[in-house]
């Protein structure tokens, strides 16, 4: 069975940083590509970024770029999302989600998520 | 990044109604575009993929059309389990989701 499980999220200032965790089981990590999305309060999802699983190219929402970045860890089956410069506008749920393929393609699992909340 | 407009952010139907979706992208996608639901508290379900393929173990009556700049989802008989909100994504470049739409019951 698919199991992500992030981990990581907590109540953070302005400026700050935070690192997301993602572990992931019940599937070879590798091959697939994997990617974070949030999801403010009462509001939309927003895709945030993504790694490959071939080349691990990543690519990111403009919004976060350049603050955020992500990589993988393919020996403790774990993603991470490194935050810094965070802003209160970064407040949200924070997802964790499997491609379908090694590239971006379309998510077929995701974990529960994690809260990061910005704010003095 | 490329934008992707839904419309409308709402709508209200009665069981049984046709529903449709539409999704317009700021630019050519060809045909990499998904459609999820989300019911409240739930993480989002993949429902098409490539703008035409239903995924596996979803009911017919959900069906994905378009390619290019504009897509629509339609639900071609509206269930009482299919009031939810409803996404498009774009997988040509990086994965941005459209604003969602709402569909609930009249």
């Known amino acids: 069975e698919v199991q992500l499980l992030e981990s990581g999220g907590g109540l953070v200032e302005p400026g700050g940083s935070l690192t997301l965790s993602c572990e992931a089981s019940?599937?070879?990590?590798?091959?697939?590509?994997m990617s974070w999305v949030r999801q403010a309060p009462g509001k939309g999802l927003e895709w945030v970024s993504s790694?490959?699983?071939?080349?691990?190219?990543?690519n990111y929402a403009d919004s976060v770029k350049g603050r955020f970045s992500i990589s993988r860890d393919k020996s403790k089956n774990t993603l991470y999302l490194q935050m810094n410069s965070l802003r209160a506008e970064d407040t949200a749920f924070y997802y964790c989600?499997?491609?379908?393929?090694?590239?971006?393609?379309?998510?077929?699992?995701w974990g529960p998520g994690t809260q990061v909340t910005v704010s003095s | 990044d490329i934008q992707m407009t839904q419309s409308p952010p709402s709508l209200s139907a009665s069981v049984g109604d046709r529903v449709d979706i539409t999704c317009r992208a700021s630019?050519?996608?060809?045909?990499?575009l998904n459609w999820y639901q989300q019911k409240p508290g739930k993480v989002p379900k993949v429902l098409i993929y490539?703008?035409?393929s239903l995924k596996g173990g979803v009911p017919s009556r959900f069906s994905g059309s378009g390619s290019g700049t504009e897509f629509t989802l339609t639900i071609t008989s509206v269930q009482p389990e299919d009031f939810a909100t409803y996404y498009c994504?774009?997988?040509?470049?990086?994965?941005?989701f459209g604003g969602g739409t709402r569909v609930e019951i009249k």
């Open positions: 630019q050519n996608i060809l045909q990499y």
């Open positions: 994504q774009q997988t040509y470049s990086g994965g941005t």
């Open positions: 490539t703008a035409t």
């Open positions: 989600a499997k491609d379908s393929g090694w590239q971006l393609f379309y998510f077929d699992f």
């Open positions: 790694i490959s699983g071939s080349d691990e190219s990543t």
């Open positions: 019940g599937f070879t990590f590798s091959p697939y590509a």
